[in-house]
């Protein structure tokens, strides 16, 4: 008896995951892939992207790939930076739809049937999903993550805008977050790739390479859906909320966002930088010191460091505009 013709589906979704000296996490990462659920009727894939690791990355993607029977690839980017990395995952993919997440997230179970229900469903190209949080310890008394004084707000650790699906708006930060964001694969064709001087870089924080790219396809006339049930969790450990971590990440932040926007020469500026920003930096700094609850203490400080790095950008590009 003659065994019927094996068909070949189409692919349907690439996953592609970004990572830099992370194998531990990224182990995690992967072993959470293992309980999601894929119709079986549906070509997917997993493109792990290393930026140059230099721990045992390789190793244990190699490993997960040869134990497991989830479509994973791996590819080397030795050029830093992470918009670099996901340049060369859209450039590899081969799926109709693309998605984007990190290296230290998990899955929901539903997460894949949620990004294919919804391209199906809703006639829009880009989409984003839901990211929650998971405290390895208690939230410290100088943190708030909700209120007038959110410390997270705009971080990868939490993005819930809740349980509804709807069209982005300015109240859900405009635009989905790198971390939990997918796209019909024409939306980024035309779109074209992540900006290669935002985002982080190796040991150094950054970012905007997400808002950025999805900014210049809400100037194509496209729209943004939020997907409510495609979920990933966000493990938040105490390492990850120190002080100074979120100081110099919000620090360097700022001076992607700088980079990120069109240069504005008929600003009103002193040495370069818009005016503007010498008042609210002083303002920042005044509230940040007189301030005695701790939490509004440390989102003003966060303020305040954002500020300066916005300085120093603006001083900088100014520096090299008239220089040429």
Not at 114 to 133: D, Q, T
Not at 173 to 191: L, T, Y
Not at 247 to 257: F, P, T, V
């Amino acid at each position: 008896m003659q065994s019927p013709p094996v068909l070949k589906l189409r692919m349907k979704l690439s996953v592609i995951i970004c990572t830099y000296n992370r194998s531990v996490i990224l182990e995690k990462t992967l072993k959470s892939l293992e309980q999601v659920e894929v119709p079986r009727d549906v070509a997917w894939e997993v493109l792990i992207i290393d930026n140059g690791s230099t721990d045992n990355t390789s190793e244990v993607v190699q490993r997960y790939i040869k134990n497991n029977k989830i479509p994973v690839f791996y590819f080397l980017e030795a050029a830093p930076g992470k918009s670099t990395a996901l340049n060369l995952g859209i450039q590899k993919s081969r799926g109709e739809i693309i998605a984007f997440t990190d290296d230290d997230v998990l899955f929901d179970k539903n997460w894949v049937n949620a990004i294919l229900n919804a391209v199906s469903k809703y006639p829009y190209s880009a989409f984003g999903g839901r990211i929650i949080a998971l405290w390895g310890a208690p939230i410290p008394s100088w943190l708030s993550s909700d209120g007038r004084f959110n410390s997270l707000r705009g971080t990868v650790f939490f993005r819930d805008d809740g349980e509804v699906d709807r069209e982005y708006n300015e109240t859900m930060m405009g635009v989905p977050c790198g971390a939990n964001m997918f796209f019909r694969r024409e939306a980024i064709k035309s779109n074209g790739f992540f900006r290669t001087d935002l985002g982080p870089s190796h040991h150094v924080p950054g970012g905007s390479e997400d808002t950025e790219f999805c900014s210049r396809m809400l100037k194509l006339g496209r729209k943004f859906m939020y997907v409510a049930n495609a979920i990933i969790y966000h493990p938040v450990e105490a390492e990850k909320i120190s002080p100074r971590d979120l100081l110099r990440w919000r620090y360097y932040c700022a001076k992607s966002e700088v980079r990120a926007r069109e240069f504005n020469n008929s600003m009103n500026r002193i040495c370069g930088v818009p005016r503007y920003l010498f008042r609210q930096f002083i303002s920042n700094f005044a509230i940040w010191l007189m301030s005695i609850n701790s939490s509004k203490r440390f989102f003003f400080k966060l303020k305040t460091y954002y500020t300066c790095g916005e300085i120093i950008e603006h001083r900088s590009i100014y520096k090299g505009a008239i220089s040429k």
